[in-house]
């Protein structure tokens, strides 16, 4: 597969899932802040495969639905049993009227309305859906999606859809989706590693795709929540590893962190990283991509693409030589914390 290695993340089913270290993201082909061609999707989507890409993400409320539409034609090219396929739960798309439509961050979108649904009911519904947007009989992985207090506005709000995750029966029906076969591994997409701590509390999880929360520049992560993870093999499969911009362009004017203009503190912390980059001629982007990939729980990391060369730099970003001086000489000056993992120690499967 090119080069590209494997992790395997583990399941409560009998069979375990392997990932290519590097997945496809799809919320980009949703039309994220700007419209997609549909020759750019499928080119996108073809070029990760021709690269050795084998696991594929997506969602409802990634354009609702179109993401998962323009997957379909694709997974249909490919073979559905070559690759790992995820999408998520929690958000129905209902028919509506033009000025009902809520495409949140996409444009050009079906007239469709979102409606939040974490119940049993809720559950199977949005993964029927999906299945017949994706066209496919199964997906390998099934994604509580966005129950964090940044998706639903409060910590109070994200409480609430927790309880009704169990409360409701949402929970029981991706355990017996999980228990029939229909499904290999179950968990949740968030922007938060806090909610994920607390879905671990409360029930058996096999992994979680996480939105940035652990990076070049927030490792809070390993105080508590990635020491459970290893302790119960949960995997991780990481997006964001820019935090939304400043560790892919740098501490340029309007750097963005978090969606949001970078503070002074994160653009000096993030120049700082920049000098030793320079010192030892590595882009910055290179560098936080590969340092996710140190962690053991994290299997895949999953930027997303627009068009065919996206997808070829982020692979380019991936194979750029780093030499394990960079690291030590990252730790030696405090900029990642001493207890991080680093790529340097990880041990991997080629593909």
Known sequence: MNGLRTHLLNSRTPEKITLTEMGFGGAPLGNL??????ADAQAALQAAYDHGIRYFDTAPQYGLGRSEERFAPAIKRFGRNTIRLS????????????EEVTPEAFVDVPQKR?????????VMRSYEASKARLQVENADILFVHDVCAFSQGSREASDARVRELFDLGGYRALSELREAGEIGAIGAGVNE?????????LADFDCFLLAGRY????????????????????????????NSGILATGAVPGAKYNYE??????LERVRRIEKICAAHSIPLIAAALQ????????????????????VEANLAVLKTPIPDGFWSDLKSSGLVRPDAPMPEDRTCSAA
């Open 261 to 266: 203009d970078a503070p002074p503190d994160i």
């Open 87 to 98: 999408t998520k739960i929690g958000r129905l798309l209902l028919d509506c009227e033009p």
């Open 291 to 310: 340092f996710v990939l140190g962690h053991p729980c994290v299997k895949t990391v999953i930027p997303g693409a627009v068009d065919a060369a996206q």
């Open 215 to 242: 990076t070049l520049l927030e490792q809070e992560a390993l105080e508590s929540f990635l020491p459970l993870c290893e302790a119960r093999d949960v995997g991780i499969i990481l997006g964001g590893p820019y």
């Open 193 to 201: 590693w806090q909610v994920c701590e607390k879905l671990l509390g």
């Open 33 to 38: 802040y700007r419209k997609v061609s549909e």
């Open 114 to 122: 979102i409606v939040f649904d974490y119940s049993y009911d809720g």
